[in-house]
């Protein structure tokens, strides 16, 4: 889908440029509106060269787990309010990332993945 992004969007991937020093050229909203809206275990496509999450509301759960069994522990993460998570480089080839579900939060999650992807 294409669009031209609400200002708002335009002023926050502004700063994650400044901050990353890259450009994006997609984004996306994910809505989780309580722990029982989940993501299932996946990894992005390579064309999703960088990928960065700006998590609001809800603090929930994102775990990553290697791709190959054995490889290294899962990765258990708790993004905050207002934090930034960026996955790039292999982190798709080595990884798969999920958010479970968590019935007892009754708050939601919004995430903003600010994407560059290549065809
Ligand atoms: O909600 C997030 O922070 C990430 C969700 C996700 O894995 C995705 O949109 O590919
Ligand atoms: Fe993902």
Known sequence: MHHPYPEVL???QEVLETVLGMQFN???LNR???GGVSIGRHSDTLENKVIA???LGAERQFIFRP???SAAEPIKLRPADGSLLVMQGDTQVNWKHEIP???SIKRGRISL???QIYA
Request: proline residues 5%; aromatic residues 10%; charged residues 45%.
């Open 53 to 55: 999450s700006i998590s």
């Open 26 to 28: 997609h984004v996306m």
């Open 101 to 103: 579900r968590e019935p």
């Open 113 to 115: 993945t600010f994407r």
């Open 32 to 34: 989780y509106e309580d």
């Open 67 to 69: 791709r190959e069994k």
């Open 10 to 12: 335009v002023e926050i």
